[in-house]
């Protein structure tokens, strides 16, 4: 079975309790304080998940023992974090990133000490995903997130032209890997890559180089290892013109795929909008199927859904109604596949 995931900050909110109620007891979560929890919806033009920096090192032991506790007080488990210390000055390998890769070997260290096994981390540099449209009405009148390259016309630039090359960014994910995947097998720690969101060339003037399979299957082959993998996103695997159940196969095979976004899209990189999970462009009982096909038994969680009725946008792509149902769907194609799993399985879940 999958492990059957929601992200979370370490902040209660009455979600949680009804994340319980529909059967999730997993966490990925992201740091108070961490990168992504500052920029998660600035490209949005939304402030992010809510918390400043707690005062102590985000992403040093004592503060993930502190989440973990968070979490655990609620009947919910942190197996996984995705956000990290900064990686700007990493990612572009500018002067600096020795003192970041310190950070992340930090992280790295104490997720293995306790037993926290996925870290999802990204290359995109100088931003977070990318939207032109935050509020396009989808199905019943639910508001889904999209972007067209056209509507990017105008936007200021994050570099000068021509400031950031492919070759330097390239140059930078051989430099950290050969500093952190070392470290991450010591932790006992899978780092799985996220593809640049929307998987394009440019974003004003920065380029995003984790935009195809074969970007994927250079880093892979980069440093091979269990602890270099792939956050399989599939909604921007699909915007890269990939055959979703083919390619979870292929890296699944090799045991190559640390953690899974399950999602759906409809369009292309350059036009496209999110979906309900159940009517986008993918086959997704054929992605399930290829997920049971090649023993995948890890954590999987529902991406960018739409602001469902009576809620409000201030977090799109994530609101509350929207990842009730993606779990309920994410669940019912599981049990479909791989099977219902045994009543004792649930006696802990229905105790907590």
Known sequence: ???????????????WRLLKQCG?????????????????????????????????????????????????EHGLKLIGVEDTAPMDKIRLGLPGRDEQID???TQLRAMGNLGIRTLCYNWMALSSWGRTDVEIVGRGGALVTGFRATEMVGMPNLAEEGEITEDQMWAAVQYFLDAVIPVAEEAGVRMGLHPDDPP??????????????????????????????????????VL??????????????????????????RGTADDFQETFHDEGQTDMPECMRAYAEVGFDGPMRP??????????????GYGVLGRLFANGYIRGLEQAVYGKPSALSYVGSAAA
């Open 1 to 15: 079975m999958i492990q059957l995931s929601e992200m979370l900050a370490p902040r209660p909110e009455p979600m």
């Open 24 to 72: 999730v007891d997993n966490v990925i979560g992201v740091l108070n304080g961490g990168e992504q929890d500052q920029r998660m919806f600035a490209s949005v033009g939304k402030k992010g998940f809510g918390g400043p920096a707690a005062g102590d090192i985000p992403w040093a032991e004592e503060a993930l023992k502190r989440d973990m506790a968070i979490f655990d």
């Open 103 to 105: 950070q992340i070997i």
């Open 200 to 237: 394009r060339p440019m974003d004003r003037n920065v380029p995003r180089i984790m935009r195809s399979g074969d970007a994927f299957r250079r880093v892979l082959s980069m440093y091979p290892s269990v602890s270099n993998g792939v956050t399989l996103c599939q909604g921007n695997f």
């Open 240 to 265: 890269m013109g990939e055959d979703i159940p083919a390619i979870i196969r292929e890296f699944g095979a090799k045991n190559q795929i640390a953690f899974v976004h399950f999602r759906d899209v």
């Open 303 to 316: 991406d960018h859904v739409p602001t469902m009725e009576g809620e409000p946008n201030d977090r799109p």
